[in-house]
């Protein structure tokens, strides 16, 4: 880790700390992180920067904890089991904090072009594309009137409904990484067809990433289909 990654890993740890002390005292950040609540008074006024090993232990333990309860706090189910998570991709604040915890606690390969489907993945797709210093690509159900050449990936759900998205050829380059990300996976479908989309760009994936997935169905139809890393931030059952 060169000095600039390793102030980066200490300001996200400040990020995450001072997200932690909006809904708590010093004395119960320190009992949730086991740190002294003098240190933590002192990172979150940002007086000094924890020690390296000691962001990582914040971004990488406590902070995906964090984030996940706080994103179980913020997410709606209805009646039919359709999900609201306006609270969260509509928050860039709240995204840019998961993004580094993402990468850390699952161990993405830096990508260089990170790939989502639009809309509701597109904040997500952002924060990811902005830490890892990537590019953001994003797939569309239609085709832009001024772009020529397309990669197209279509599949015919369980329900007879046939999905299909389209990105423009230039977005991904032979060779590159890839890492598929969304905010949601239930099924695995869309993220399938984002897959096929950079393997058709004769791209190597990174992994995938989804802010929630719902039950495993998604989660293990995509490790089925890529030896990179798979995860979730929160898993709903």
């Known amino acids: 880790m060169n000095r600039a990654e390793k102030a980066a890993l200490q300001l996200q740890a400040v990020s995450v700390l001072r997200m932690l002390k909006e809904t708590r005292t010093y004395d119960e950040l320190a009992e949730l992180t086991g740190l002294p609540a ?19 232990e914040v971004v990488e333990g406590v902070g995906r904890d964090a984030l996940a309860d706080e994103l179980e706090a913020r997410v709606r189910f209805d009646d ?11 928050d860039q604040s709240f995204l ?18 990170v790939l989502t489907a639009a809309t509701d993945g597109i904040t997500l797709g952002a ?16 085709k832009e009137t001024a772009v020529e050449d397309f990669i197209e990936s279509r ?20 060779g590159e990484r890839v890492l598929v990300v969304d905010d949601l996976i239930r099924s695995g479908e869309t993220q399938e067809l984002l897959l096929d989309i950079a393997l ?25 289909l890529t030896d990179a890393p ?8």
């Open 155 to 174: 599949q015919r759900l369980a329900s007879g409904i046939e999905l299909t998205y389209y990105l423009p050829a230039s977005a991904i380059d032979a």
């Open 200 to 224: 058709q760009a004769d791209a190597n994936i990174a992994g995938v990433f989804a802010l929630i997935a719902v039950g495993d169905k998604g989660t293990t139809r995509a490790k089925e």
């Open 96 to 113: 840019d904090l998961v993004a580094p915890v993402a990468a850390n606690t699952l161990g993405f390969e830096r990508p260089d072009v």
């Open 127 to 142: 924060a990811m594309a902005s830490y890892f210093g990537a590019r953001l690509a994003y797939a569309k159900k239609s």
């Open 230 to 237: 798979v995860g979730a931030l929160s898993v709903f059952e």
């Open 38 to 56: 003098g240190d933590l008074n002192r990172y979150v006024n940002g007086h000094v920067l924890p020690g390296v090993e000691r962001a990582r």
């Open 80 to 90: 039919e089991g359709y999900v609201d998570n306006s609270g969260v991709v509509f």
